[in-house]
């Protein structure tokens, strides 16, 4: 079994989106979730897919172009 200390301290330098948006090289909607990783104080790692409706289960490497919207949702 896991230690709760752990699971929380990696908890908390997690950073998770769920999100449906505009996949551009399907060219229809994907349903996603992102998630960055806290480095240090102030750094993050860049958002990445970790799971999408579009793709086989498991299977989550692509252009990731749709990541932009996370931060620029369409209005």
Known sequence: MSDPEVLDRILQTCD???RTVHCPQE???AD????KWQVSDEHWTPW???DCSLLP?????CHM??????????K
């Open 57 to 61: 289960a498991g299977e989550v490497w």
């Open 32 to 35: 996603i979730t992102a998630a």
């Open 48 to 50: 990445t897919v970790v």
């Open 27 to 29: 060219l229809k909607p």
């Open 16 to 18: 998770y989106r769920f």
């Open 65 to 74: 172009n749709c990541l932009v919207q996370l931060e620029n949702p369409p």
